[in-house]
């Protein structure tokens, strides 16, 4: 069992903050990895990228948006309760080369996972931009620790109730523009990440994006979280979950992504009625 000792909402509760211990995932973990989470015998096995880890007080920490039956049943465990299993750490950590113009751009829960990948290379001398979006203020995260593992820090809303109104493929337009950008870094909805490959393939600069397939078990046995790049089949939990954003296929993607969303969305419906045993 793995204990929750730290939990926060944000974005008007609809994302939530789970710092667990885990101290052998804590002691391992690299930027850019996940875990898969299970809340009990009834729950899904969820793959979560985390946010942060930290081998001193031997925790990891997932920020998730409560969206499904199995997010919702995360929200309901609080400090002292327990996950049944948190596996990990999984997938392939970031390349990081010391030295570059990145610009880090992410949106919604996506800035959750983009943190710890820009803070690891503002560390290892890079100069980052990073431009964090979302779809309004009270939706926006992270922005403190965000602005403390950026050189300079833009921010944009949807409706512009806060930061710059629009999206933050415009910034990064400018960015470009103006040259001598070395890597992007893309990670938020999916859409987002398509339209930020797009504009940065027609500069030529390359783009890494981090993917969040529908996936069971994690290790590459089932197959589940398959996605094509660059023409070839690759497996999002044991190839990625980055990816050249140049060469994914986004709109396979967003259709695999709906493939069970009437079912999601009846499961959550019942969980939510039943209570918290569903």
């Not at 804590?26 to 969820?46: H, M, S, V, W």
Request: charge should be neutral.
């Amino acid at each position: 069992m793995f204990k929750i000792v730290k939990r926060e909402e944000m974005a008007s509760g609809t994302v939530v903050l789970n710092e667990i211990e885990a101290p052998r995932i804590a002691a391992k973990a690299r930027p850019g990895q996940f875990l898969i989470l299970k809340a009990n015998e009834n729950g899904e096995r969820i793959p979560l990228t985390m946010a942060e880890t930290d081998p001193e007080k031997r925790t990891v920490t997932v920020i998730y948006m409560v969206v499904g039956k199995s997010t919702e049943l995360f929200r309901r465990l609080q400090v002292g309760d327990a996950y049944q299993d948190v596996i990990g750490p999984l997938g392939q950590p970031t390349h990081i080369e010391p030295g570059k113009n990145v610009v880090c751009v992410g949106g919604g829960t996506g800035v959750a996972v983009l943190h710890p990948i820009a803070r690891g290379m503002k560390n290892a001398d890079c100069r980052v931009t990073s431009i964090i979006g979302a779809r309004n203020r009270d939706l926006l995260i992270l922005e403190d620790k965000m602005r403390l593992a950026s050189t300079d820090l833009h921010i944009c809303t949807d409706d512009g109730s806060y930061g710059r109104k629009g999206f933050v493929t415009e910034v990064l337009k400018e960015q470009l523009t103006r040259g001598g950008v070395d890597q992007v870094v893309a990670i938020g909805p999916v859409p987002m990440m398509k339209f930020v490959s797009l504009l940065t393939k027609d500069f030529g600069v390359p783009t890494m994006v981090s993917l969040n397939p529908i996936m069971i078990d994690g290790t590459g046995m089932c197959g589940g979280c398959r996605v094509t790049v660059g023409g070839e089949t690759k497996f999002g939990c044991v190839d990625g979950p980055e990816f050249d954003g140049h060469k994914v296929d986004f709109d396979e993607l967003i259709l695999r992504l709906q493939a069970y969303t009437e079912q999601e969305r009846l499961s959550h419906g019942r969980c939510k009625c039943e209570g918290v045993h569903s």
